[in-house]
């Protein structure tokens, strides 16, 4: 057997960055949608300054979280419920 190497100038993939553009082309939406997404608190970001980043890892949690789910449905519920607020 042998161990796997990783080595240490590159993370593993799924903690790469995607930015708002990069998560919308993977899931063919718009943008602004995964912004909305953002927004609610439904898909965490990091933020630097002006710019949002979504950790893959992040993307995947989340997508397996809603599997088989409505994801316009999930989004109106948590952006009423944050209105109420």
Request: hydrophobic share 40%; aromatic share 8%; proline share 4%.
């Amino acid at each position: 057997m042998h161990a796997e190497f990783v080595c240490p100038d590159f993370p593993e993939d799924g903690d790469r960055l995607l930015s708002l553009k990069e998560v919308a082309e993977r899931l063919r939406t718009s943008r602004s949608f995964i912004g909305r997404l953002v927004d609610t608190g439904l898909l965490p970001c990091l933020r630097f300054r002006n710019n949002r980043r979504i950790r893959k890892f992040a993307l995947n949690a989340f997508l397996e979280k809603h599997e088989g789910q409505d994801i316009y449905e999930v989004l109106e519920a948590a952006e009423a419920k944050h209105h109420e607020t």
